[in-house]
């Protein structure tokens, strides 16, 4: 059980992730860029920090990154020669896992680095809006690769199961990344290219004015802040990069096939993504969005447990996660419990 | 001013219409290819017939055709032979106009017919769902070419802005249509082709696990029935491949772009959507999505008359649609008067 851990950044994910251990009996040592939530956060039960270095002195069992992206290889630089890496692993909350990795290994700290990204959130941003209740029912993808020292992947990811008390799957950092550009980066290029186009046409008044639904859901994405959206994709570019060729392709092929009239490639497409709306009927029908599980026969979430192979752990933490199973505990070190979800 | 009205299916769109216009003083008949509704229309006041021939024998001043569209060609068939094209003037409410012209062209009924869709609907179908108030605040689309005669344009404008009570724009087939392509059919073939791609992925149950906000609005259009998208789109389908393969360049270049980190070019991408940006963010700044205007000093929505030449009356209309007008009423058979609306 870790007793402390330390947070690098006291915004929405990072002061909401301290105010929540704090609430659940973990000791929280913190240092923001500037002093302003330290009042509030001490009050929180938070203790605040005056330097970045002060905070590595105080040894943290884990040491969070909730910095923005565009500062970690300074605040890498800054840790790599004070960082107690007998006492400390080290762990950030960035959405792009494959970038903060190699910068960790640059900064030569990758040995007492696991990473981790929570699907927690909301629009705001700032220690003003943090709120611990992000957390609730929330799911992290923890990411690991060949290097990873189990001993400190469990210390972070029993951290999240028992004190954040939130589920996890365990990646490397190219599928979880590759799934990122899948369901958000690629999509926000798609919406930006949706109102380049109207944007550009002369009759774009007359299509605003047409549109309706369908147009406000294909173009919400496009609205938010476009540097935002672009700092992301650019720091997902090779995955984001691949996946856009791929959709081109799709949208070339049903372009060929409605030209040729052909019954049976336009029958094909309308029916390759049928396991996803199958997936969703199912969701809908069970509840909740992301809380759809399968159960059995006395209404309970099916929970099973698996055991962890000491050689390819990795790789039976990865297939447990295609299989749309979230890891609910450690039972014991190389054993955990998993709730089996509603698979695509 | 029309006082008779005939209507084709009372459908979801049909059955509402025939209860506005009875609402508002027009006499209605109707025809439905079976006699389910008719015992609750009758009740609305609506004169239900027998037979399709028996609707055309009864001589509404305009007759709108709101069956399905894969029913259309056989519509015009059997009404080609009994409509007195002198008295009555054909209209429809479909959601493609190229190709409904084209089929109006076959049946030998082009010189009677004006092109109409009601921007207005909701999830449901059939006459038990239909509602007066769907057509509150709509905008239509009035579809014109070259042969059509200014007259039977007019019956049919003036009767949606007087005894419909809503706003107009006129337009081309082909500008209809493609703007149709733009905000609705190209986006349910993008949102289908993000389905197909997960469905395909090794890690879908992981794509799908971390997905949220944008996966969700990219994706909702793909799972609605995929075979009334397919036919929509097959209804529109030239349109629909320019635009695709507009779209899918659009996606290869900003792929090419990210490749070769060409900042200049990322930076045009999201730059080039601005308008539509600036356009929503005025929308919403002054309220409701869809009725936002420009306003005078007077805080009232700015209305102008417009003139309309006997010559080129059409192209007279399309301008004014480019510039964001909507027609709200005739003040003499040549001359409207216009909203002028937030432009993008």
Request: charged share 25%.
């Amino acid at each position: 059980m870790v007793k402390s851990v330390g947070i690098v950044g006291l915004g929405l994910i990072g002061g909401s992730l301290a105010r929540r251990l704090v609430g659940r009996g973990v000791e929280v040592v913190a240092w923001n860029h500037n002093e302003k939530p330290y009042a509030v956060a001490r009050q929180d039960g938070i203790t605040c920090l005056n330097t970045l270095e002060d905070l590595a002195a105080a040894k943290p069992e884990v040491l969070f990154l909730c910095n923005p992206l565009k500062v970690m290889p300074e605040m890498l630089q800054r840790l790599a020669p004070v960082l107690d890496r007998n006492t400390t692993t080290l762990s950030d909350v960035g959405s792009v896992k494959g970038m903060v990795r190699t910068q960790v290994e640059e900064a030569g700290l990758a040995d007492c680095f696991v990473g981790a990204h929570p699907m927690a959130g909301t629009e705001f941003s700032g220690f003003a809006a943090s709120d611990p209740a992000i957390y609730d029912n929330a799911l992290w993808a923890i990411t690991v690769d060949e290097t990873t020292d189990y001993e400190r992947f469990l210390k972070v990811a029993a951290l999240i199961t028992e004190s954040v008390g939130n589920r996890i799957i365990v990646l490397d950092n190219k599928t979880h990344d590759r799934a990122a550009a899948m369901i958000s980066h690629a999509p926000h290029v798609v919406s930006t290219a949706f109102i380049n186009e109207l944007s550009a046409s002369p009759d774009r008044n007359i299509a605003a004015a047409l549109a309706a639904g369908s147009w406000r859901d294909m173009t919400r994405v496009a609205l938010t802040d476009p540097d935002r959206t672009r700092a992301m994709i650019e720091e997902d570019a090779d995955n984001v990069e691949a996946l856009l060729r791929d959709l081109a392709g799709r949208l070339t092929s049903f372009a060929d096939d409605l030209h040729a009239h052909d019954d049976a490639a336009l029958t094909r497409f309308f029916e390759a993504g049928q396991p996803f709306r199958d997936y969703k009927l199912r969701e809908r029908e069970s509840g909740e969005s992301g809380v759809s599980v399968e159960s059995d026969e006395s209404g309970d979430i099916e929970r099973i447990a698996i055991d962890i192979p000491k050689s390819g752990w990795q790789q039976t933490f990865l297939d447990s996660a295609r299989r749309g199973e979230h890891i609910v505990r450690f039972i014991q070190p190389w054993q955990v419990e998993v709730e089996k979800r509603s698979a695509v």
